[in-house]
């Protein structure tokens, strides 16, 4: 089958826009190749010609940076093969436009696991890679990165990279990195210091002992198109226990989740999977009942009372939520469940109210409970004809309580109808305002700026897990100021030369 190349309108515009709903896309051409032959030769004429490049996946991203402005599209969705799953190596290598959902059925079919758990599971895998995805998981297991073992890249001008995690690794931030071609590439990493919190994907990564692996994952289409993927994978764990639980006081909720967070942390060992990135931590293995969750998810009363229509059976007068999961064995079970009940008890959860799972069926109900919010999010905005504001920042731990009173303060004082939750789990919450007319939203997106310069203030950062794009470009420039972002340009020349790569994304 050859390659499909598209010029007319009407082909090409289900790829101008993402789940940003930002507007103004446009492209000359649209190419699907099916080969890696086939991508080096679109992407050898287009950097000839100058002309820019946006590659487009499944298009779930919330920042635009799936939207062009010209030049040409490559979509990655024909290149969607699961080439293997080994469960000796505990290995699977795929290629970029595997569905994430499908492959997560495909791994657990095997018995085991791939942790990285964002919210939509419609994205593709390259895309996930492309943007260090994360989610509700990543309390204990990390991001993305943690699981990349190899990548091969396909640069601006059609040479090939591969990658492979432990093969070039770095200690001062130079690197030189040989191509098939065998032209040697050497770069520096930006020396920006990392804001201390859980989660960033604000910029470039760069840590002081560091792989060429962790580059390019999470460097948004800006280096170069990743065309194969070794993931690492991990047993499947025999069983989850998991909650959704209602609390009438606002304290209670938040005494609890320090206990719970405290608890899972005293479990931790050192790094995690193959490469300790973000210093995520791995639980120690034992057989004794203890708090050790898996993931740690927030909902205030507001988005309570919001998904109520979808989920009559929640409480009402309640404060908040907390949606928590911890692995169990045969075992540990019925331990971890009088372990957490304790737990629950002392901070005055509302037990009696609250809903438990131990089965697949119900623990499915609870994360439907928890996709849905985002769900009917987007919806109410779709029906007004508005583009969401939501924020993605993330603080660190000692400041998220001041940081979650400005949320509230700021959002009350505006009078706009609003939502938050999210990862409490890793300090980085989701506020979401929910604009009904244009007047609405300007005063939205005047609160968004607000909330950027809190974060900032705080030590935090402008993007925990949705990444930069286009609509976050300015945004982390005034994070990194003019020095860092040029230490990031002089990155990206060393691969991208005429800068025909995502272009207007992270770079205003």
Same mark, same amino acid.
């Given at each position: 089958?050859?390659?499909?190349?598209?010029?007319?309108?009407?082909?090409?515009?289900?790829?101008?826009?993402?789940?940003?709903?930002?507007?103004?896309?446009?492209?000359?051409?649209?190419?699907?190749?099916?080969?890696?032959?086939? !991508?080096?030769?679109?992407?050898?004429?287009?950097?000839?010609?100058?002309?820019? /490049?946006?590659?487009?996946?499944?298009?779930?991203?919330? =920042?635009?940076?799936?939207?062009?402005?010209?030049?040409? =599209?490559?979509?990655?969705?024909?290149?969607?093969?699961?080439?293997?799953?080994?469960?000796?190596?505990?290995?699977?290598?795929?290629?970029?436009?595997?569905?994430?959902?499908?492959?997560?059925?495909?791994?657990?079919?095997?018995?085991?696991?791939?942790?990285?758990?964002?919210?939509?599971?419609?994205?593709?895998?390259?895309?996930?890679?492309?943007?260090?995805?994360?989610?509700?998981?990543?309390?204990?297991?990390?991001?993305?990165?943690?699981?990349?073992?190899?990548?091969?890249?396909?640069?601006?001008?059609?040479?090939?990279?591969?990658?492979?995690?432990?093969?070039?690794?770095?200690?001062?931030?130079?690197?030189?990195?040989?191509?098939?071609?065998?032209?040697?590439?050497?770069?520096?990493?930006?020396?920006?210091?990392?804001?201390? +919190?859980?989660?960033?994907?604000?910029?470039?990564?760069?840590?002081?002992?560091?792989?060429? @692996?962790?580059?390019?994952?999470?460097?948004?289409?800006?280096?170069?198109?990743?065309?194969?993927?070794?993931?690492?994978? %991990?047993?499947?764990?025999?069983?989850?226990?998991?909650? =959704?639980?209602?609390?009438?006081?606002?304290?209670?909720?938040?005494?609890?989740?320090?206990?719970?967070?405290?608890?899972?942390?005293?479990?931790?060992?050192?790094?995690?999977?193959?490469?300790?990135?973000?210093?995520?931590?791995?639980?120690?293995?034992?057989? @004794?009942?203890?708090?050790?969750?898996?993931?740690?998810?927030?909902?205030?009363?507001?988005?309570?009372?919001?998904?109520?229509?979808?989920?009559?059976?929640?409480?009402?007068?309640?404060?908040?939520?907390?949606?928590?999961?911890?692995?169990?064995?045969?075992?540990?079970?019925?331990?971890?469940?009088?372990?957490?009940?304790?737990?629950?008890?002392?901070?005055?959860?509302? =037990?009696?109210?609250?809903?438990?799972?131990?089965?697949?069926?119900?623990?499915?109900?609870?994360?439907?409970?928890?996709?849905?919010?985002? @769900?009917?999010?987007?919806?109410? /905005?779709?029906?007004?004809?508005?583009?969401?504001?939501?924020?993605?920042?993330?603080?660190?731990?000692? &400041?998220?309580?001041?940081?979650?009173?400005?949320? &509230?303060? /700021?959002?009350?004082?505006?009078? !706009?109808?609003?939502?938050?939750?999210?990862?409490?789990?890793?300090?980085?919450?989701?506020?979401? +305002?929910?604009?009904?007319?244009?007047?609405?939203?300007?005063?939205?997106?005047?609160?968004?700026?607000?909330?950027?310069?809190?974060? %900032?203030?705080?030590?935090?950062? +402008?993007?925990?897990?949705?990444? /930069?794009?286009? %609509?976050?470009? &300015?945004?982390?420039?005034?994070?990194?100021?003019?020095?860092?972002?040029?230490?990031?340009?002089? %990155?990206?020349?060393?691969?991208?030369?005429?800068?025909?790569?995502?272009?207007?994304?992270?770079?205003?």
């Amino acid at each position: 089958m050859f390659m499909q190349v598209k010029t007319a309108v009407e082909d090409i515009q289900n790829y101008l826009t993402d789940a940003s709903n930002m507007q103004g896309g446009f492209a000359s051409k649209l190419f699907i190749p099916e080969s890696i032959s086939e !991508l080096t030769e679109i992407l050898r004429e287009a950097n000839a010609g100058d002309m820019p /490049i946006t590659v487009s996946g499944a298009r779930t991203g919330t =920042v635009g940076g799936a939207v062009p402005f010209g030049g040409y =599209v490559i979509s990655m969705e024909r290149l969607n093969k699961i080439k293997s799953i080994d469960r000796e190596t505990m290995t699977a290598t795929v290629e970029p436009g595997v569905i994430l959902g499908d492959f997560q059925k495909a791994v657990h079919g095997e018995g085991l696991f791939y942790p990285p758990d964002p919210t939509e599971w419609s994205c593709q895998i390259g895309g996930t890679v492309a943007t260090n995805a994360s989610g509700s998981r990543s309390f204990k297991y990390g991001a993305t990165r943690e699981y990349v073992r190899a990548l091969t890249v396909v640069l601006a001008d059609g040479d090939v990279v591969r990658v492979r995690r432990g093969e070039n690794p770095s200690t001062d931030g130079s690197f030189t990195l040989k191509s098939e071609s065998g032209r040697e590439i050497s770069f520096r990493l930006p020396t920006y210091p990392r804001p201390n +919190v859980r989660k960033n994907v604000s910029g470039y990564f760069n840590r002081e002992a560091m792989d060429s @692996v962790d580059l390019f994952a999470g460097s948004e289409g800006t280096l170069g198109v990743i065309a194969d993927i070794e993931l690492s994978l %991990l047993l499947k764990p025999k069983g989850f226990f998991s909650g =959704v639980v209602f609390f009438a006081g606002v304290m209670d909720l938040l005494s609890f989740v320090d206990e719970v967070k405290a608890s899972s942390l005293e479990n931790s060992i050192e790094g995690i999977a193959p490469s300790a990135a973000e210093k995520q931590p791995l639980r120690k293995e034992g057989s @004794v009942a203890r708090i050790d969750a898996t993931l740690i998810e927030y909902f205030d009363d507001r988005a309570l009372k919001f998904i109520s229509g979808t989920f009559p059976e929640v409480p009402s007068g309640m404060a908040g939520a907390i949606f928590f999961e911890q692995e169990t064995t045969a075992e540990t079970e019925d331990a971890i469940f009088e372990v957490w009940n304790e737990l629950l008890e002392k901070h005055g959860a509302a =037990v009696d109210r609250s809903w438990f799972a131990t089965n697949e069926q119900d623990r499915e109900k609870m994360r439907a409970f928890r996709h849905a919010l985002p @769900v009917s999010v987007n919806e109410f /905005i779709a029906r007004h004809n508005q583009r969401k504001v939501g924020t993605d920042m993330a603080v660190p731990d000692e &400041k998220f309580p001041a940081f979650l009173r400005f949320y &509230k303060s /700021i959002l009350e004082e505006s009078g !706009l109808d609003y939502v938050i939750f999210g990862h409490i789990g890793d300090c980085h919450l989701h506020a979401n +305002v929910l604009p009904k007319n244009d007047e609405e939203a300007e005063k939205a997106r005047h609160i968004y700026g607000r909330c950027i310069a809190q974060a %900032l203030m705080l030590g935090g950062c +402008v993007s925990a897990e949705h990444g /930069i794009g286009k %609509l976050k470009a &300015k945004y982390l420039n005034v994070m990194m100021g003019e020095r860092y972002i040029n230490e990031m340009r002089d %990155l990206k020349a060393a691969f991208d030369p005429k800068g025909i790569l995502g272009v207007g994304n992270m770079f205003s």
